[in-house]
């Protein structure tokens, strides 16, 4: 390997500046040349390519977003697009291309190592929703930071006696929505993969609680289950209480990383380069339980990864 190529592809993750700098470095540090190529696959493709020195990446570990920028290329999922894609990665020598980002990122970095262009992912995404790996960067931010805010929602709810749905992002996958709802106490947790949601049910959980003596009622919605704002009206209409709903958005995609995020981002990035080093390709980088392992991208690509049953069963009964 002579030139390494760096780019971030997908939604934007708190962390992903610091999985840059670490290839950065880590490649200059063993006499490599890197490239940054900007807006992902997209810029690739419009041959958006910059070199990169040690100080280009300097002030940027604390930094949210990803200082090379993103976005999502529909191009790179077709047949011309790849081909024109490494083909541009020959055309500037760069001979190992990391790649962060979710399985869609994968699924392009996979068809550019068919293409003999080695690579090598680094999963980067708020949704924590990649079979392969327990930790993805961005998570422990973008969690926190809904946890933070719906803190503040639950204050105001206390003081107006109120219930309040939160919605979090995450997709497909019920991570930010599971996790926010343990941290935060919330009464109820709709996530996609729990399919068994019944309005009546809260609405009547709503009813005990008020009996109970609840000043609150939390309800962390998962986008994409149903529409938080009318299923308040619907909720204050049938409870005669009052509700609101907030959805988060994308500020959980923003904000200046955990340490924990700027870490794990660190040693991926590192790892990254270290197996392009070793001569492999075509591999992602991953956390499982409790260590930095890689994968052949077409293995990653095919495990699915399961909500814990457990973990749901346990803020349930939390909520009590
Ligand atoms: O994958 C990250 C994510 O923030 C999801 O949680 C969300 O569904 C999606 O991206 C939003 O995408 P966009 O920023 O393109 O609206």
Redesign the pocket.
């Known amino acids: 390997i002579r030139t390494v190529g760096v780019l971030t592809s997908?939604?934007?993750?708190p962390g992903m500046n610091a999985a840059i700098r670490a290839v950065v470095r880590t490649a200059l540090s063993k006499g490599l040349k890197v490239r940054g190529i900007r807006r992902g696959y997209h810029g690739l493709l419009r041959e958006e390519i910059i070199d990169l020195s040690a100080r280009d990446v300097s002030d940027t570990i604390q930094r949210g977003g990803t200082f090379l920028q993103t976005a999502?290329c529909q191009a790179m999922r077709t047949e011309e697009g790849q081909q024109k894609a490494a083909a541009i990665c020959k055309k500037y020598g760069i001979d190992g291309l990391v790649v962060i980002g979710?399985d869609g990122s994968f699924a392009g970095a996979q068809k550019l190592a068919n293409l003999g262009v080695n690579t090598i992912g680094i999963p980067g995404?708020?949704?924590l929703?990649i079979g392969c790996t327990d930790y993805t960067i961005g998570f422990d931010t973008?969690v926190n930071t809904a946890m933070e805010a719906i803190d503040k929602v639950r204050d105001t709810s206390t003081s107006h006696e109120r219930c309040s749905i939160i919605e979090v992002?995450?997709?497909?996958?019920g991570y930010?929505a599971l996790w926010c709802g343990i941290a935060n106490g919330a009464e109820h947790i709709l996530m996609p993969e729990e399919h068994d949601f019944n309005e009546q049910e809260i609405i009547d959980d709503i009813m005990a609680n008020k009996k109970r003596g609840k000043k609150n009622y939390i309800i962390i919605n998962a986008?994409?289950i149903g529409d938080s704002i009318n299923m308040a009206k619907r909720i204050e209409e049938a409870t005669g209480i009052e509700t609101r709903a907030t959805i988060l958005g994308?500020m959980?995609?923003g904000g200046s990383p955990t340490c924990k995020d700027r870490v794990y981002a660190s040693i991926m990035g590192a790892m990254a380069v270290d197996l392009l080093c070793q001569g492999k390709t075509n591999r992602v980088v991953g956390y499982k339980d409790g260590k930095y392992v890689d994968f052949d991208i077409d293995e990653a690509l095919s495990m699915k990864k399961t909500i814990s049953q457990y973990q749901y069963n346990v803020a349930k009964t939390l909520a009590l």
Request: proline share 0%.
């Open positions: 997908g939604g934007d993750a999502r979710g995404t708020i949704d929703d973008a992002m995450g997709r497909d996958a930010l986008e994409g994308h959980q995609r």
